[in-house]
Nanobody, 125 residues
Framework: QVQLVESGGGLVQAGGSLRISCAAS????????MAWFRQAPGKEREFVGA????????LYADSVKGRFTISKDNVKNTVYLQMNSLKSEDTAHYYC??????????????????WGQGTQVTVSS
């Protein structure tokens, strides 16, 4: 059974940095597409970025490009989201997601089969 467990969220001041993690278990993830989404109160779930487990070229939403970086640790089966230059508008619940089918679109939440419970990131201005 696939499990995704996020950790590392918290409160940070605007301009600061935070790294959140997604520990994956339950099957082999070498063929997975791993993504980060976020959802603020009253808003739709928003794509943040994604990376293929077996090839390391991530894709980012325009709103975070240049500030956020996705990386992975194959030994720990963990995906990370390093967030720098945080803004108040980055405040949201951040979710890790996984899918094992490839498609041209990486940013559609409905295409992902597995989700974690999320971790809250709050940026104070």
């Amino acid at each position: 059974q696939v499990q995704l467990v996020e950790s590392g969220g918290g409160l940070v001041q605007a301009g600061g940095s935070l790294r959140i993690s997604c520990a994956a278990s339950g099957r082999t993830f070498s063929s997975a597409l791993m993504a980060w989404f976020r959802q603020a109160p009253g808003k739709e779930r928003e794509f943040v970025g994604a990376i293929r487990w077996n090839s390391g070229s991530p894709l980012y939403a325009d709103s975070v490009k240049g500030r956020f970086t996705i990386s992975k640790d194959n030994v720990k089966n963990t995906v990370y989201l390093q967030m720098n230059s945080l803004k108040s508008e980055d405040t949201a619940h951040y979710y890790c997601a996984a899918r094992f089918t490839y498609g041209a679109t990486w940013s559609r939440a409905g295409d992902y089969d597995y989700w974690g419970q999320g971790t809250q990131v709050t940026v104070s201005s």
